[in-house]
């Protein structure tokens, strides 16, 4: 480990890279599970980088018959209020980018529900969080990174202890998801997401990032002092937490960016 980088990093050539090594080990996992007589538990996220992973599980199943019947899921986040069906829904997403495509039983997928009326929300929350408990815990959870270094939709503020709950959103996530939405103004502010509670509790933790545009906030998870005003950096206090980024996302880390400073470990 480099004495500058407080969570284990792995730099890789190209982005197909990241989704080999995340979905090897997820393969791996659920065939170890199996082979067990056991379930494996994968935490999920949505957004532009994880879609080689779920290409790649894809190919497994197809081409190696990687089976998901032994596989239960959480999502980590879903926009608030949102409609399962529409094109902007992590739904919809996860049933287009994966299930749709493996042998999951639709009875152990779960993502929040963003239809859930204002009554309802914190009950549905509550459950989400049992729901994970009874399954006993989440085996491996996949993480994207936010500009505003938020894991999940737990935006700065958000506190090491937080649970699954309903948030507002950053205004530079809602920025981030403007064109997604054509206009800013039709990005909901609200979303359901998993707490840093919740997260830190799964036993392996995938975090990835890729382009340019993440290479400060990457630097400043992976390097940086732990603060809630960056969820990621949370992240440090995790046993078993691997970031992985391609090079342009991790041009700003020291070994990249200034290495006659590193010191020697
Ligand atoms: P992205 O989103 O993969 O679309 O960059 C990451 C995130 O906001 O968590």
Same mark, same amino acid.
């Given at each position: 480990?480099? =004495?500058?980088?407080?969570?284990?990093t #792995?730099?890789?050539?190209?982005?197909?890279d $990241?989704? %080999?090594l995340?979905?090897?080990? !997820?393969?791996?996992?659920?065939r170890?599970r199996?082979?067990?007589?056991?379930?494996a538990?994968?935490?999920?996220?949505?957004?532009?980088?994880p879609i080689?992973i779920?290409r790649?599980l894809?190919r497994?199943h197809?081409e190696?018959?990687?089976?998901?019947?032994?596989?239960?899921?959480?999502?980590l986040?879903?926009?608030?209020?949102?409609?399962?069906?529409?094109i902007?829904s992590y739904?919809?997403?996860?049933w287009?980018?994966?299930?749709?495509?493996?042998?999951?039983d639709?009875?152990n997928?779960?993502i929040?529900?963003?239809s859930? =009326?204002?009554?309802?929300?914190n009950d #549905?929350?509550d459950?989400?969080?049992?729901? $994970?408990r %009874?399954?006993?815990?989440i085996? !491996?959870?996949?993480?994207?990174?936010g500009?505003?270094?938020?894991?999940g939709?737990?935006e700065?503020?958000?506190?090491?202890?937080?649970?699954t709950?309903l948030?507002?959103?950053?205004p530079?996530?809602r920025?981030?998801a403007?064109?997604?939405f054509?206009?800013?103004e039709?990005?909901?502010?609200e979303?359901?997401?998993?707490?840093?509670a919740?997260?830190?509790?799964a036993?392996?933790i995938?975090?990835?990032?890729?382009?340019?545009h993440?290479a400060?906030?990457?630097?400043?998870a992976?390097?940086?002092?732990?603060?809630?005003?960056?969820?990621?950096?949370?992240?440090?206090?995790?046993p078993?937490?691997?970031?992985?980024v391609?090079?342009a996302?991790?041009?700003?880390l020291t070994?990249?960016?200034?290495?006659?400073?590193?010191d020697e470990?």
């Amino acid at each position: 480990m480099y =004495s500058h980088e407080r969570i284990r990093t #792995v730099i890789v050539d190209e982005h197909d890279d $990241i989704a %080999r090594l995340v979905a090897g080990r !997820i393969a791996a996992l659920i065939r170890e599970r199996a082979a067990a007589g056991q379930r494996a538990v994968l935490g999920l996220a949505t957004g532009s980088t994880p879609i080689g992973i779920y290409r790649e599980l894809i190919r497994l199943h197809r081409e190696e018959k990687l089976s998901f019947a032994n596989v239960v899921t959480f999502n980590l986040d879903e926009y608030y209020p949102m409609d399962p069906d529409s094109i902007h829904s992590y739904h919809r997403y996860m049933w287009e980018n994966l299930f749709d495509h493996i042998d999951i039983d639709p009875a152990n997928v779960h993502i929040p529900a963003g239809s859930a =009326s204002r009554d309802q929300v914190n009950d #549905v929350c509550d459950r989400y969080e049992s729901a $994970i408990r %009874r399954a006993g815990g989440i085996d !491996i959870q996949i993480l994207g990174i936010g500009k505003t270094g938020h894991i999940g939709f737990n935006e700065p503020g958000s506190g090491v202890d937080s649970r699954t709950r309903l948030v507002m959103l950053d205004p530079v996530t809602r920025k981030d998801a403007a064109a997604d939405f054509y206009g800013e103004e039709n990005v909901p502010r609200e979303a359901i997401t998993m707490g840093v509670a919740t997260i830190l509790e799964a036993r392996e933790i995938a975090i990835i990032a890729t382009g340019e545009h993440k290479a400060v906030i990457v630097r400043r998870a992976v390097e940086g002092d732990v603060n809630h005003e960056v969820a990621a950096t949370f992240l440090q206090r995790h046993p078993a937490t691997t970031f992985y980024v391609d090079r342009a996302a991790g041009a700003a880390l020291t070994r990249i960016a200034t290495p006659w400073l590193l010191d020697e470990v």
